[in-house]
């Protein structure tokens, strides 16, 4: 019997040996970013599925789109600190307007040494748990309702809700969170979005459009706006659609925003206010 080709023997076992390491390289890097066997990253799989939206995962990081209500939402999932962060967020309709909502870890003197920002509403036990921070207070009131509040208390984990540049987003810090608790915090926020919403526009800003809605001029073509009127959400400047999707901006300079607000009558059509971009 002939011994084999010493040369084609050390070939052979280098070649297992660098597929042994590649594979223990490849098991370890999964288990460090938390992509194999992973529940959080399931969770947010299922979410997708149930949502009928996309699951992307980069990192052991893993991200959901999906659409609700004619608005765009945003789950992102992240370990910190031996946690799991679950950040929910969307688009807010004013970007001028800043709201700061998370739990009270600080004592009064600390608070006042440093200068912090709380504001009450009046709301004993929100109060007590929650620091609250705004730049407006009318907007501050209106969104923060007593379900609102309730929401916010019930979500579990160490929650926070921010609303700032555009964007309104929730997030939670647990050690782990169940499929359920990603699914039920999602709903949450869908649901909060929507009221909160609707607090700010359903009738005050439909009130302040309607008193505007006679002898407003297009700054683009310089004519009377009659019908399909919107406004500029950062400055109010009322525009036709058409001028304005023919300018893609606001036409007032240096705003530069590029979002709108549809100016409709609220008696026959309050379901048709919206934001859009």
């Known amino acids: 019997m002939n011994n084999p080709d010493p040369a084609i023997a050390v070939i052979f076992a280098c070649l297992l040996t660098a597929f042994?390491?590649?594979f223990v390289f490849f098991v370890i890097r999964s288990i460090f970013f938390g992509e194999l066997f992973n529940p959080f990253q399931d969770a947010f799989k299922s979410l997708a599925t149930r949502r009928?939206?996309?699951?992307?995962?980069?990192?052991?990081?893993?991200?959901v789109?999906?659409?609700?209500?004619?608005?765009?939402?945003?789950?992102?999932?992240?370990?910190?600190?031996?946690?799991r962060v679950l950040t929910v967020s969307s688009m807010w309709p004013r970007p001028t307007f800043r709201l700061r909502v998370f739990h009270d870890k600080w004592t009064p003197g600390i608070k006042s040494f440093i200068g912090m920002q709380d504001i009450e509403i009046g709301s004993p036990?929100?109060?007590?748990q929650f620091v609250i921070q705004s730049n407006q207070m009318d907007e501050m009131l209106?969104?923060?309702?007593v379900d609102v509040q309730q929401q916010i208390t019930t979500a579990g984990g160490d929650i926070s809700l921010t609303i700032n540049g555009g964007k309104i987003e929730l997030q939670s810090v647990k050690q782990s969170f169940t499929e359920k608790e990603v699914f039920e915090l999602v709903n949450r926020f869908v649901?909060?979005?929507?009221?909160?919403l609707h607090a700010v526009f359903a009738v005050p800003a439909m009130e302040m459009k309607v008193t505007r809605l006679e002898n407003a001029t297009c700054m683009v073509c310089g004519e009377v706006i009659e019908n399909q009127r919107v406004d500029c959400v950062g400055c109010n400047t009322p525009h036709h659609k058409d001028c304005w999707q023919y300018l893609g901006v606001c036409s007032t300079y240096a705003c530069g925003q590029k979002q709108y607000s549809e100016v409709v009558e609220p008696m026959e059509h309050p379901e048709r206010f919206r934001i859009t971009e």
Do not use: C
């Open 191 to 196: 649901s909060l979005h929507t009221g909160m």
């Open 142 to 145: 209106a969104v923060l309702s």
């Open 52 to 63: 009928n939206g996309s699951f992307i995962s980069s990192g052991g990081a893993p991200r």
């Open 65 to 83: 789109y999906f659409t609700a209500n004619n608005y765009n939402f945003v789950v992102k999932g992240r370990s910190a600190q031996g946690s």
């Open 20 to 22: 042994g390491l590649f």
């Open 125 to 128: 036990d929100f109060d007590r």
